[in-house]
């Protein structure tokens, strides 16, 4: 199946953006030791010297560009095709990692970068082809159809039960709650931030469409998910080891925004049956290979370094602490779950 114009762009958005997010991290990480190696004092251990490292900003400036260029690439791209090329950042990390960082890259975890790109074509050649859209208040009417407006109530309701009643009773003995909440209303995130940069992209075009109330109103949305999303995620990397965090966060997520997107935007609409279990085949396969890149990193740094290299990113939420660094624990073993 041909890839449309608006395809192209967004797949090319999508790959510049992995490769800008995923080189990030190794910049970022050689700061940090530059700045480690001139002061004395790690980061991991309350320092904050690397932000008198050139380097570490570099290293921050490419991941900004990184995610602008994922904004913008869902503007031009459905969801499906966008949100699971998100793992190849995760394969130029891990092969920068290995070339630069010397942090060698298991036999496994090789085979999980080649299932990823692998996965990735598939889904490359299969994806849908959206109709234009003209004006935010077209993207207002999906939002408001009844299927949809059910899949967000019943989002809302869940998040609502798991973070008032199951986050306070077992959040952190069981992985589940606080990636759920993170998940779920990361896809919500998605849908709005697909709104919105359409909105801004026909804007640029010479339709405004900053007059519409609708379109202040996915602005809301996005800010109020993705606020969410920051605090949970970083209550599950602060609770649970990365290499459990992660994969359960990356399929939680992709898998319930390639849903919304498919009730939202209706991507599948006019795809013949093979081609949406081939869509579906290649997406199971970029999540096996990122579960597996994820485990057999977790586990080269379990026998060679005890610093943290950052997770596999997903849409504007790659979360960081005050160190440059996502959150790495020791696995924990809770005597309650939930």
Not at 95 to 102: E, H, S, T
């Given at each position: 199946?041909?890839?449309?114009?608006?395809?192209?762009?967004?797949?090319?958005?999508?790959?510049?953006?992995?490769?800008?997010?995923?080189?990030?991290?190794?910049?970022?990480?050689?700061?940090?030791?530059?700045?480690?190696?001139?002061?004395?004092v790690r980061a991991g251990v309350g320092g904050y010297y690397y932000l008198?490292?050139?380097?570490?900003?570099?290293?921050?400036?490419?991941?900004?560009?990184?995610?602008?260029?994922?904004?913008?690439?869902?503007?031009?791209?459905?969801?499906?095709?966008?949100?699971?090329?998100?793992?190849?950042?995760?394969?130029?990390?891990?092969?920068?990692?290995?070339?630069?960082?010397?942090?060698?890259?298991?036999?496994?975890?090789?085979?999980?970068?080649?299932?990823?790109?692998?996965?990735?074509?598939?889904?490359?050649?299969?994806?849908?082809?959206?109709?234009?859209?003209?004006?935010?208040?077209?993207?207002?009417?999906?939002?408001?159809?009844?299927?949809?407006?059910?899949?967000?109530?019943?989002?809302?309701?869940?998040?609502?039960?798991?973070?008032?009643?199951?986050?306070?009773?077992?959040?952190?003995?069981?992985?589940?709650?606080?990636?759920?909440?993170?998940?779920?209303?990361?896809?919500?995130?998605?849908?709005?931030?697909?709104?919105?940069?359409?909105?801004?992209?026909?804007?640029?075009?010479?339709?405004?469409?900053?007059?519409?109330?609708?379109?202040?109103?996915?602005?809301?949305?996005?800010?109020?998910?993705?606020?969410?999303?920051?605090?949970?995620?970083?209550?599950?990397?602060?609770?649970?080891?990365?290499?459990?965090?992660?994969?359960?966060?990356?399929?939680?997520?992709?898998?319930?925004?390639?849903?919304?997107?498919?009730?939202?935007?209706?991507?599948?609409?006019?795809?013949?049956?093979?081609?949406?279990?081939?869509?579906?085949?290649?997406?199971?396969?970029?999540?096996?290979?990122?579960?597996?890149?994820?485990?057999?990193?977790?586990?080269?740094?379990?026998?060679?370094?005890?610093?943290?290299?950052?997770?596999?990113?997903?849409?504007?939420?790659?979360?960081?602490?005050?160190?440059?660094?996502?959150?790495?624990?020791?696995?924990?073993?809770?005597?309650?779950t939930c």
């Amino acid at each position: 199946m041909g890839l449309s114009k608006e395809n192209v762009t967004g797949l090319i958005l999508a790959l510049a953006s992995s490769v800008f997010i995923g080189s990030s991290f190794i910049i970022k990480k050689q700061g940090l030791r530059r700045a480690a190696s001139a002061f004395g004092v790690r980061a991991g251990v309350g320092g904050y010297y690397y932000l008198l490292e050139p380097l570490w900003w570099v290293g921050m400036i490419t991941m900004i560009v990184g995610e602008i260029a994922n904004f913008v690439a869902y503007a031009f791209a459905p969801a499906v095709l966008v949100t699971p090329l998100g793992a190849l950042s995760i394969i130029v990390s891990a092969v920068l990692a290995d070339i630069i960082l010397k942090e060698r890259l298991h036999k496994l975890g090789i085979l999980g970068c080649v299932m990823c790109i692998a996965g990735s074509f598939i889904i490359v050649i299969h994806a849908p082809k959206e109709e234009p859209i003209t004006s935010v208040l077209q993207i207002w009417n999906m939002a408001t159809q009844p299927a949809f407006l059910a899949y967000a109530g019943s989002v809302i309701v869940l998040v609502f039960i798991l973070v008032f009643h199951f986050a306070p009773k077992c959040g952190h003995t069981n992985v589940l709650v606080f990636t759920g909440i993170c998940s779920l209303m990361g896809s919500l995130s998605v849908m709005s931030v697909k709104a919105l940069g359409t909105s801004l992209k026909l804007t640029f075009e010479g339709k405004n469409q900053l007059i519409y109330p609708e379109t202040w109103f996915f602005v809301l949305v996005v800010a109020i998910c993705v606020v969410m999303q920051m605090n949970y995620l970083n209550k599950a990397l602060d609770t649970f080891n990365t290499a459990i965090v992660s994969p359960i966060y990356y399929v939680m997520f992709t898998t319930l925004t390639i849903l919304a997107s498919v009730i939202m935007f209706k991507d599948w609409d006019g795809q013949s049956f093979s081609t949406i279990v081939s869509e579906i085949c290649g997406f199971i396969v970029v999540l096996s290979g990122t579960i597996m890149l994820h485990l057999t990193r977790d586990f080269e740094r379990s026998h060679s370094f005890r610093g943290s290299l950052p997770t596999s990113p997903t849409l504007s939420v790659r979360l960081y602490t005050g160190n440059g660094d996502l959150l790495l624990k020791e696995d924990e073993s809770p005597d309650n779950t939930c």
